[in-house]
């Protein structure tokens, strides 16, 4: 069953989000405001399939952490640069941004989806939301000369929130319940799957309206994002081999699924709603280039 809705279900579940996010934008806008509540959700599911033990293990191995940080915060944002020749300055602000952004909580998901290393790709989102603090803005100012200055104590809570207490959580929980937690996290495929689902649909409908007032620009962004991003993923993957197709696919996920939410913040406080379309175009992009890397691994995920 999990394997039929790795291949199968989950291609149409991205795209029934991504489809309701533009048709039914109001609907998405109902639980606009709970969308850190089902980031905690998933990261609480996440969490109960490691251990302290391969959280250790990610930490000590410290050439594929660093590559997916190299990934992330050298070779993305100077892919943006390509950007600056096809688009207008306040677009191509927002093109930065994006790419600059710290993977998003749905990595690990979408690591174990692809059958990778779920505490590596934690531990990459966690470490790179840190750095971002200081990477985005400096990656802002020597790209387009805008300063992304931010009060950083709000991504430091969205950290504890999306880290710290699950991963307590679960900590508490395994020491008090003394069962098979395998057993448990087989059946949570399902509900872990309806959250990314919300996700997607909830993330795109507050940016509809923007989106909808060049539609030409957006889809030639869409090509932008799609292209830069799936650029970033093969080199993370191909050149992260030599560390095992468990790490190589987390630095991969890690480097093509941005966090959306971040840049979006960041993007309307400096520049307001004429930053949206490729932030918008960012978020889409990528669950697109998971629909189709869905079908090219579909031979690796059937084993």
């Known amino acids: 069953m999990i394997t039929f809705l790795t291949t199968s279900v989950t291609p149409l579940v991205i795209i029934a989000g991504i489809v309701l996010g533009f048709l039914l934008p109001a ?5 606009k405001n709970y969308i850190g509540l089902l980031l905690v959700v998933l990261m609480l599911f ?18 594929p952490l660093a590559w997916a940080l190299v990934m992330t915060f050298v070779f993305m944002p100077l892919l943006a640069l390509v ?29 174990r989806v692809f059958r990778g290393d779920i505490a590596f790709a934690l531990v990459a989102t966690a470490i790179s939301s840190l750095f971002a603090v200081v990477t985005v803005p400096a990656s802002m100012l ?28 679960v900590l508490l929980l395994k020491k008090a319940v003394h069962i098979e937690w395998g057993r448990v996290t087989r059946h949570t495929a399902h509900l872990e799957l309806v959250v990314v689902f919300l996700l997607i649909w909830g993330s795109i409908a507050p940016g509809i309206e923007s989106v909808r007032e060049n539609l030409l620009q957006f889809g030639l962004l869409n090509v932008f994002m799609f292209a830069s991003l799936g650029l970033g993923f093969s080199i ?6 030599r560390f095992g197709y468990a790490r190589a696919i987390s630095a991969g996920i890690a480097t093509c699924v941005k966090n959306a939410g971040l840049s979006l913040v960041i993007g ?36």
Not at 50 to 55: C, E, P, R, S, T
């Open 27 to 31: 609907v998405g806008l109902l639980w």
């Open 46 to 63: 996440l969490y109960l399939r490691i251990d302290a033990k391969d959280v250790k293990n990610s930490v000590g191995d410290a050439k």
């Open 83 to 111: 950007g600056r020749v096809f688009f207008a300055p306040i677009l191509f602000s927002g093109i930065v941004l994006a790419l600059s952004s710290p993977p998003a909580a749905a990595t690990g998901f979408w690591t």
């Open 142 to 169: 020597l790209a387009t000369g805008a300063i992304a200055s931010f009060d950083p104590y709000p991504m430091i809570l969205m950290l504890a929130e999306l880290i710290l207490v699950p991963a307590v959580t």
């Open 236 to 241: 993370a993957f191909l050149v992260g081999r």
């Open 268 to 303: 309307l406080t400096m520049f307001g709603p004429s930053v949206v379309s490729p932030l918008i175009a960012n978020l889409v992009a990528q669950n697109l280039l998971i629909v189709l890397l869905l079908t090219c691994f579909k031979s690796k995920l059937m084993k």
